[in-house]
């Protein structure tokens, strides 16, 4: 599985968009961008992922660039419950036997 | 999503002794499932992969006889840290996924506190 890079940390206002961004420059063309985060204490949870088209869910939207060397997770109105550190893996298609291996991460902070 | 459990959600014992952490997919059947170890300010970090009815397989480093993988059903894995150390304290995180599926979903974690 092709290699990400994401920011340590990053802060955002209580209410505005988080956009958290993340480089995968060597992803293969069969591989698909997973985000998760994981809150304080907590098991990591799946927020959304894509092959080529941006993807919206109900917690987030994923925006993935042309080339698809890059991505961004939108949190279009952070709240203070969204602090957590958040995982971009990039994954094979048909890999569900396959673990997530997890990288750093960005460390979002929602500030009031 | 797809929902997995982990029982104890935490656990202090003393020295010496054994714990068994289970891990179970409560909506989905789950042939294949993986255990993660994270320490503090860390990411989490792969152990090993169980998979139903057959050995699990362990990462480099983890070694197989202190952590005991049974992985007898569909829905059910359990991890028992066997003659647990302080060093063996951390967070303890399953996942599972059923093979079809793209996506993996994650137990709530168990804490393990080895005094």
């Known amino acids: 599985d092709a290699k990400t890079t994401q920011p340590p940390s990053m802060d955002c206002a209580e209410g505005r968009a988080a956009n958290l961004p993340c480089n995968h420059s060597?992803?293969?063309?069969?591989?698909?961008v997973y985000w998760y985060r994981q809150i304080h204490s907590q098991g990591p949870q799946y927020i959304i992922h894509?092959?080529?088209n941006n993807e919206t869910n109900e917690m987030a939207s994923l925006i993935i660039t042309e080339d698809r060397k890059s991505s961004t997770l939108i949190l279009p109105h952070a709240t203070l419950r969204d602090t957590a550190v958040y995982y971009c893996?990039?994954?094979?298609?048909?890999?569900?036997?396959?673990?997530?291996?997890f990288g750093k991460g960005t460390r979002l902070s929602v500030i009031a | 999503g797809a929902v997995v459990s982990q029982h104890p959600s935490r656990v202090i014992c003393k020295s010496g002794t054994s714990v068994k952490i289970e891990c179970r997919s409560l909506?989905?059947?789950?042939?294949?499932m993986f255990w993660y170890r994270q320490f503090p300010k860390q990411s989490l970090m792969l152990m090993a992969t169980?998979?139903?009815?057959?050995?699990?397989?362990?990462e480099q480093g983890v070694e197989k006889d202190k952590f005991l993988i049974n992985h007898a059903s569909l829905t059910l894995s359990t991890l028992t840290v066997t003659s647990a150390h302080p060093e063996d304290s951390s967070f303890y995180i399953c996942?599972?996924?059923?093979?079809?599926?793209?996506?993996?979903?994650f137990g709530p974690g168990t804490r393990l506190l080895v005094l």
């Open positions: 169980s998979n139903e009815g057959s050995k699990a397989t362990y």
């Open positions: 909506d989905f059947q789950a042939t294949t």
């Open positions: 894509g092959l080529k």
């Open positions: 996942s599972a996924n059923t093979g079809g599926r793209e996506t993996q979903y």
């Open positions: 060597t992803i293969s063309g069969n591989e698909y």
């Open positions: 893996i990039v994954r094979g298609k048909n890999s569900g036997n396959t673990p997530l291996v």
